[in-house]
């Protein structure tokens, strides 16, 4: 099993910057691919960034330039910093890990809300 919690998420103004994290913990060895979804309300859950455990990125069109996905394997952590934030980017972002990349992965955060204000 491995466990996801993330951190980060709050209320900030269009072109506005937010970090968020998620630590993982338990069975995390095999697990490659690691990254942040997005759900907003009315919408259907979509791919933001995925990355894996050698560096290998991959985001949404939508969020080329402004957001950047990193990790720090020593921490177990995955980190989504996001810049120049637009209201559409307003939604509940999740972490997930996998060992496929490309692929959702079987685990899952709660959960953090990002509310981008115009």
């Known amino acids: 099993q491995v466990q996801l919690v993330e951190s980060g998420g709050g209320l900030v103004q269009a072109g506005g910057a937010l970090r968020l994290s998620c630590a993982a913990s338990?069975?995390?060895?095999?697990?490659?691919?690691m990254g942040w979804y997005r759900q907003a309300p009315g919408k259907q859950r979509e791919l933001v960034a995925v990355?894996?455990?050698?560096?290998?990125?991959n985001y949404a069109d939508s969020v080329k330039g402004r957001f950047t996905i990193s990790r720090d394997n020593a921490k177990n952590t995955v980190y989504l910093q996001m810049n120049s934030l637009k209201p559409e980017d307003t939604a509940v972002y999740y972490c997930?890990?996998?060992?496929?990349?490309?692929?959702?992965?079987?685990?899952w955060g709660q959960g953090t809300q990002v509310t981008v204000s115009s």
């Open positions: 997930n890990a996998g060992r496929y990349f490309g692929y959702e992965g079987d685990y």
């Open positions: 338990g069975s995390i060895f095999s697990m490659n691919a």
């Open positions: 990355i894996t455990s050698g560096g290998t990125t």
